[in-house]
């Protein structure tokens, strides 16, 4: 091989493995591009919700704190990412809890509870804060879950219902992505104590807000946490409290509205 025959071989191996080298960049840059950026954006996703359930827990005990310790204000700063916290009112909000029974003394009352609730961007979940309860919800399919539980007893030795009920309202409509601080403050609260006679039946009706159904998550509740006998409707859930029908029953009902005043 002449000496012009070997440049133009070295010149040929050259390109070609400048070639390969280059082709394989490409392919690299779109293998990343196309499984591994949509694998970190579901990671992010997902330390997102992970990080708002947390938060949604230490929202829903700074309402405690407001509710049952009286405490006057609190103040949580947080992080709210891949989504918005929006305040839902009680006066304008769809679901409904009544509690009534009949007999010589009846009782018949109505409340609106209104929510708190995160809305994510991208992976079409919802959490929301409703009577104390934090419950996450799918914006697609139908189905709920309780991720914690509100404060609701039953003393069997005294035939006694407490039920404590967490009203949410606003001074204004507000919605929060990003940083910030949600201030929250005690409103008005609401007590009665009533006796019913034995025998008679004491009856709740939870109606779901359509735009927000959790209507599953509190019929888990009500009745495998609690016992209550399932409903028989279908757009209103009307539930029967399990009481000793020999006895006379007491009804404890507390309602507390939380003002928010930012989030």
């Given at each position: 091989m002449t000496?012009?025959?070997?440049?133009?071989?070295?010149?040929?191996s050259e390109s070609i493995g400048?070639?390969?080298?280059?082709t394989m960049v490409i392919v690299g840059i779109g293998l990343v591009t196309l499984y591994g950026y949509p694998m970190l954006l579901q990671q992010q996703t997902s330390a997102d919700?992970?990080?708002m359930e947390k938060n949604m827990i230490v929202l829903q005990n700074d309402m405690k704190s407001l509710a049952y310790?009286?405490?006057?204000?609190?103040?949580?700063?947080?992080?709210?990412?891949?989504?918005?916290?929006?305040?839902?009112?009680?006066s304008n909000d769809a679901s409904t809890v009544?509690?009534?029974y009949g007999g010589t003394s009846p009782y018949d009352a109505s409340f609106k509870l209104g929510d708190l609730r995160y809305e994510s961007i991208t992976a079409d979940r919802i959490l929301s804060i409703q009577d104390g309860a934090v419950i996450t919800r799918n914006m697609i399919e139908s189905g709920s879950s309780?991720?914690?539980?509100?404060?609701?007893f039953y003393d069997g030795p005294t035939n006694t219902w407490v039920v404590n009920l967490i009203s949410i309202n606003s001074t204004n409509n507000m919605s929060r992505a990003g940083i910030g601080d949600v201030q929250m403050g005690l409103g008005q609260t609401y007590y009665n104590m009533s006796i019913a006679d034995p025998g008679v039946q004491i009856w709740l009706d939870y109606t779901p807000d359509p735009g927000n159904d959790c209507s599953i998550a509190w019929n888990n509740y009500l009745v495998s946490s609690l016992h209550l006998l399932p409903p028989t409707g279908t757009t209103t859930k009307t539930?029967?409290?399990?009481?000793?029908p020999s006895r006379p029953s007491v009804l404890i009902i507390k309602k507390v509205d939380i003002i928010i005043y930012s989030v």
């Open positions: 000496a012009d025959k070997q440049k133009r071989a070295d010149a040929v400048f070639l390969l080298i280059f919700e992970q990080i310790k009286t405490i006057p204000y609190t103040e949580t700063s947080l992080k709210i990412g891949g989504g918005t916290l929006t305040v839902y009112n009680a009544r509690i009534y309780m991720l914690a539980e509100p404060r609701w539930y029967q409290l399990n009481v000793d």
